[in-house]
């Protein structure tokens, strides 16, 4: 697989973990953040809903 193929990071290089274990700047929790660099791309994408939905829940 080619490094253009992978699912990129979310990281915003604002790295800070909340009372929750998940991060102020890209949402990911603790152990995402840990194993995403052993992820498939499809557990990579799983993330990526997952943060998408605990933003949701910041913005309201």
């Given at each position: 697989?080619k490094?253009?193929d992978?699912?990129?990071?979310?990281c915003v290089s604002?790295?800070?973990?909340?009372?929750?274990d998940?991060?102020?700047?890209?949402h990911?929790?603790?152990?995402?953040?840990?194993r995403?660099?052993r992820?498939s791309?499809e557990?990579r994408?799983?993330?990526?809903?997952k943060?998408?939905?605990?933003?949701?829940?910041?913005?309201?």
């Amino acid at each position: 697989m080619k490094v253009a193929d992978k699912v990129r990071s979310p990281c915003v290089s604002i790295c800070a973990l909340d009372e929750n274990d998940i991060c102020v700047g890209c949402h990911r929790s603790g152990e995402e953040i840990t194993r995403w660099s052993r992820m498939s791309n499809e557990e990579r994408r799983d993330v990526l809903r997952k943060v998408a939905e605990r933003e949701s829940k910041v913005l309201v």
